[in-house]
Structures are given as structure tokens and as C-alpha cells.
């Protein structure tokens, strides 16, 4: 039986970030992973992560996944992929399928990463070919490069719901509606808001009755329901889709700790059972950790420091590390993870209706129940302003962990503050050189440039944008409202893609000098169905 | 469905050499190394198996070889997670019915 000073479970962000912490302490680390590939779900995430520098703010998440393996690689962690672990005994001994045998090996400690698995919901032809996880979207799309369908249904309106809506359409697949049960949306606002104003209709207070089709997916209905959750007849709506996409949260993959007998316990805001952990990780078993979703549904950018304080501890555990330097390391973790962990999106505000932002203005009722801002509502937020000249506009509405475009401004137009969360301001004082780095830099997308005194009568807005084809330069078509809607003809004047935008293009339309405040997308004329009609 | 050429942040999928593979007989096109399914799946292919007791189709679900939907009939031996066993040259894949490949398994 092989020994190991440290064996991990899941080659995930977590996972590898607790192998690298503990290899650089000198411990002989071992990951098993049962992926062909390592990386967890950073491969497939292709959108720019939240938070700040620390935390690998406005990085693509595939991106982080290559940092990893190389720093990885870097301190000679050892990766066994294709490897199932499945059993975790006395002991700290664990039981491994490779190819088709079972090996035994010890670890005199081991760190569990396994992350979370998809929860479903069960409708009317739920089984039939064509209803798909959205993670299953995610890697059909994202890592083997085929289209999950041509005309999808999305359920469920958190992040993952979200994020994987736009992704769809970057592929070039159409998104039909996005559905939830819930009467308000669970994800970020921004995220939203940038599917929104694709025109993708958002059905709150809504779910799936049933999924048409004999062989596979043909088409899904659609009711409205009650104040608990039932569908109300004469509410059905039909839509013709070949896919339907389901993203209704996840579950802690926790089994192999409670084999080995760890402490559980039910943990609804933690997404099931987790395992009773300390702040660091360490289970009720000394020299057992859990780091990453499979002890709390969260983000990456959290399990990553989850997973280095778990390696830390590990290495304190087996005296590789000094108990000083351990708490040296592990105060600069928990002040990261802290700042990750706060505004209205915090574990610690899951559930929680918030109706106000920490500045004391209101929430966007449209924003949570449409996935846009109302016109109405828009002058409410310190980053939309009028001004002279080229400016940025921020549609940023809510308080999540996030400050990139503090940063990405040279000449300080944009103050966010020490306070991670605040919502961005615009400084009058600063000149805006119209440079687009903010709204590059921005993982929400929810940053324009406006200039209003372009040319008589008119005005151009700057907008970011991921999709094929690139409109060319001169190219006419519509400006879309933030909900989706047709609100003018526009003409595209500049467009810019340097290296350090990564791969968002940044596209100058002209448009009415009155539209300035309303136009936020462009559409080809070419392409306009009546879909934004 | 069809498969991406060039996507916005991607750029060109990285893809093996193509490969030639049979589905219940006729044969199709794929690209070496990359899960079966996802051949499948550019191949227009939906249904993977049929359940025993109620012969319901089943298709690709999670992707990741968690939920086992997706099984077929692979040179011969069924239960075969194809959205997670790499495309080989000249692999024999078929619908599987309960655990075989021939229909009347399904009663």
C-alpha cells in the first residue's frame, strides 16, 4: 500500500490549491481525480471572474485553471486522473479504481475537494433526450466545442443559470426564455442584465409542466405558479425548443467523508450535508479536511482559499509548517475569504430579501423580476451620471465583492473605495480618456462609455461585446434597450479588441442623442428577427 | 447539432485527427480522443438507450459521467459511459436496450 504524506481528493480549484500550499510546505502530496482532464469546472467557465486582484478578478476562469496547473506542476504535485476514489476507512486509508482494479493507499492526511453535483427537478418528460444539465451545456460547449442544442429553455436564475444563458448564445445557440420558480432572480443583477438585453425574456414565478416530444425534446410548457410553488391552470405557455437546460443549484458531494465517519450535519444555506468543519476546513476527524463546494456551495474564487488554508493546516498537522508561520498564512487567507464572503450575495444573506443597497438606495424591482433596469429606476445608481465629454456609465446596481474597474481606470474616474462591495462612483474631478479599459475590465459588463456631444443630434455609446460575427466598422443596424428591445437605429463607428481587453471587443455605435440613456446593445440589421422586433 | 467553428473567447476548437466509427451500423465521422457523445451529438444522435421495464429513450443528461443516461453498447460490452470514453478509429457503438444491443431485450 502506498503512503502519502497528503492525499487529495479532486483536482479542482480547491483541490489543487490545497496540494499546492501543502507540496510548498514539503510534504509528498498525491491528487486523485476521476476526470480525464484536471481542473474541476474552471475549464468550462469562460467568463470573467468577480472580486479583486487578489482574487484573480476579471481573469477568465479557464485561465485560472492553466495558473494552477503550472504553479502545481511548478512545486511537484502529483496528479492521478481517471482514478475514482471510492472509499474513505479508518485510518485515513482510501480505496482507489484505477481502470479496473482497486488499490489501497494511505494518506497521514487528507484533504476531500470533491465539489458539488447538479441538483434536478422532475417535470413531465424530465428523462427524455434534450434536458440537459447546465453543466452538461457547459462542457458540451466549452470544452468539446459542439452546440448543446439550437433553441434552448433555461430553468433556474441563479449565476449558473445565468452565466450559462449567455454562453449558449456565445456559441451561437438561441435562448428561448429563462425560467424560475422563484417570484425574483437568484443571480447577480448584472448577469442578468446582460442576457436581458440579448432580448431573452425572463419568466419569474414560473416553471416548467412539461417537455413535449416522443423521442427526445420537441418543445416545453410553461405555468405560472402560485405563492407555493404549484402551477396555476390557464397559465400555460408553449415554446418550440429542441433543448432545455436545467441549473437549479448544488449539492455537496460529501459521501466520502461521512464513510469515514466525519461529523455531518444538514445545512440548507450550505447547499445539503456537509461535514462540521472548523474556519480552516478541518473536520471533526484530526488530519481530515474538507475544502471547496463539498463544504458549502460557493464560488471558485473561495474554494481556492479554502483549499490553500486546508493545505496550510495539513502541513501543520504533520509539523511541516511552524504553528507562527501557519497563522501568518492563514490570517491573510480568512481576511481574503472575509472580503469575498460579504454584500447582499453573502452566504451569510442567503435567503434574505434586501430591499436597499449599503448606500441606502433602492434595489431595482424590474432588475430582479425582469433581469433589467427600468428606465426609471437607472439615475438611482452614483455610477450613472451626466457629463460632458466622454464618460463612463456604470449599470452597476448591487453590492457584491467586486472592484477591477476601480483599477483598470488610470486617471481615477471610477471610486469604489477600500470597501469592496460598495457600488462604483464616478470622481468629477478625473477627465475619462475614453481608453475602454473599464469597460474591459468589467466581469459584469455593465460599464459604457456615453459621449453625448458627438455630432449634432447624435450620440455614441461604447458597449463590450463577445459574440460572432464582429459587426464591421460602418456596419447599420438597431440599438437594443436594456430589456431586450428595439429603441433605434445605429451605426457602428469604432470598433477596438487590443490584447489586454481579453477578447471582449468594444464596439462605438452611434445613436439619437435621445436614445443615449436607453441603447446598450447592437444588433446586425441582417440578423434582426422579429425575436427584437 | 452542430459544432462550434470559431467561438468569441475559444477561438478554434482544439480537435484530434477524424476518425471513422460505426452507430448501430452506419457510419460516421469524429474526431479522435474526444468523448463519443459528443460525436454523437454533432452527428445529430439523441437517443442513446432504452430503458428496460418501460423502453423510454435516454440521452446525453450530466456529461460527466455521473448519472449514467447516456450508456450504449460499445465494441460489444453495454453500460459504456460515452460522454466520458474517448473516440477510437473504427469503434462499434449501438443504441443499448436494457443491457444489450438488440431490441428484443426490451419487454
Known amino acids: 500500500m502506498k503512503r502519502y504524506d497528503l492525499i487529495v481528493v479532486g483536482a479542482g480549484p480547491s483541490g489543487l490549491s490545497a496540494a499546492i500550499e501543502a507540496a510548498r510546505q514539503g510534504l509528498s502530496v498525491i491528487v486523485f481525480d476521476e476526470n480525464e482532464k484536471p481542473g474541476g469546472q474552471l475549464f468550462k467557465q469562460i467568463h470573467k471572474f468577480f472580486g479583486s486582484k487578489e482574487h484573480k478578478a476579471k481573469i477568465r476562469g479557464y485561465q485560472i485553471g492553466r495558473e494552477l496547473l503550472a504553479e502545481a506542476d511548478k512545486v511537484g504535485v502529483q496528479v492521478k486522473l481517471n482514478t475514482t476514489v471510492i472509499g474513505m476507512y479508518q485510518d485515513k486509508e482510501i480505496t482507489v479504481c484505477i481502470e479496473e482494479n482497486v488499490r489501497h493507499y494511505k494518506g497521514d492526511s487528507i484533504i476531500i475537494a470533491t465539489g458539488a453535483a447538479e441538483n434536478m427537478v422532475t417535470f413531465e418528460g424530465w428523462t427524455l433526450p434534450g434536458v440537459i444539465g447546465a453543466g452538461a451545456a457547459q462542457t458540451l460547449m466549452n470544452l468539446h466545442g459542439v452546440k448543446p442544442g439550437a433553441k434552448i429553455l433555461m430553468l433556474g436564475s441563479g449565476n449558473v443559470g445565468l452565466v450559462v444563458s449567455f454562453q449558449l448564445m456565445q456559441c451561437g445557440c438561441e435562448v428561448v426564455a429563462l425560467v424560475d420558480a422563484a417570484p425574483t432572480i437568484g443571480g447577480y443583477g448584472v448577469h442578468a442584465a446582460k442576457v436581458a438585453r440579448c432580448g431573452v425574456p425572463f419568466y419569474l414565478s414560473h416553471t416548467i409542466t412539461k417537455a413535449e416530444g416522443k423521442d427526445h425534446v420537441t418543445g416545453v410548457v410553461i405555468s405560472e405558479v402560485d405563492n407555493n410553488f404549484q402551477p396555476i391552470p390557464g397559465t400555460e405557455k408553449h415554446f418550440d425548443v429542441d433543448t432545455i437546460c436545467v441549473a437549479v443549484g448544488l449539492s455537496p458531494m460529501s459521501q466520502l467523508l461521512k464513510m469515514a465517519g466525519c461529523k455531518m450535519e444538514d445545512h440548507p444555506r450550505r447547499g445539503g450535508e456537509v461535514p462540521v468543519v472548523d474556519a480552516y476546513g478541518e473536520t471533526s476527524i484530526s488530519g481530515v479536511f474538507a475544502a471547496g463546494d463539498v463544504s458549502g456551495i460557493e464560488e471558485a474564487s473561495s474554494a481556492m482559499i479554502e483549499g490553500r488554508m486546508a493545505g496550510v493546516c495539513a502541513a501543520t498537522y504533520l509539523g511541516f509548517c511552524e504553528k507562527e508561520e501557519k497563522e501568518e498564512i492563514l490570517s491573510g487567507l480568512s481576511k481574503d475569504l472575509d472580503s469575498l464572503r460579504q454584500g447582499m450575495f453573502a452566504p451569510k444573506n442567503r435567503g434574505k430579501n434586501i430591499d436597499k443597497t449599503e448606500e441606502g438606495i433602492a434595489v431595482s424591482d424590474n432588475l430582479l423580476q425582469k433581469g433589467y433596469i427600468a428606465d426609471d429606476e437607472i439615475e438611482r445608481y452614483p455610477g450613472v451620471t451626466d457629463k460632458k465629454g466622454i464618460h463612463p456609465v456604470i449599470e452597476c446596481s448591487q453590492n457584491i465583492p467586486c472592484n477591477p474597474c476601480q483599477d483598470a481606470c488610470s486617471r481615477k474616474c471610477i471610486k469604489i473605495g477600500k470597501k469592496m462591495t460598495s457600488l462604483p462612483s464616478i470622481n468629477d474631478e478625473a477627465e475619462c480618456s475614453g481608453c475602454g479599459m473599464c469597460v474591459a475590465s468589467c466581469s459584469g459588463q455593465a460599464i459604457f462609455l456615453v459621449k453625448e456631444d458627438d455630432e449634432e443630434g447624435y450620440a455614441t455609446v461604447t458597449l463590450p461585446y463577445e459574440f460572432l460575427p464582429l459587426p464591421q466598422k460602418g456596419e447599420k443596424g438597431v440599438a437594443l434597450s436594456r430589456s431586450g428591445k428595439k429603441c433605434c437605429e445605429a451605426e457602428i463607428v469604432e470598433i477596438r479588441n487590443v490584447p489586454a481587453f481579453d477578447h471582449t471587443s468594444l464596439l462605438t455605435m452611434k445613436v439619437p442623442i435621445d436614445m443615449v440613456k436607453t441603447a446598450r446593445f447592437f444588433q446586425a440589421s441582417q440578423k434582426g428577427g422579429d425575436r427584437y422586433g | ?107
Open chain 2, 1 to 107: 447539432m452542430e459544432r462550434i467553428r470559431e467561438h468569441p473567447i475559444l477561438g478554434e476548437p482544439e480537435k484530434g485527427k477524424t476518425v471513422k466509427f460505426t452507430f448501430d451500423g452506419k457510419e460516421i465521422e469524429g474526431y479522435e480522443g474526444e468523448p463519443i457523445a459528443v460525436a454523437l451529438k454533432a452527428a445529430g444522435v439523441m437517443v442513446h438507450r432504452y430503458t428496460k421495464k418501460e423502453h423510454k429513450p435516454r440521452g446525453i443528461f450530466c456529461a460527466i459521467g455521473r448519472c449514467t443516461d447516456c450508456v450504449m453498447v460499445v465494441d460489444g460490452k453495454p453500460n459504456i459511459r460515452t460522454c466520458v470514453t474517448p473516440l477510437a478509429e473504427g469503434m462499434k457503438v449501438q443504441t443499448q436496450y436494457a443491457v444489450s444491443a438488440k431490441e428484443d431485450h426490451v419487454s
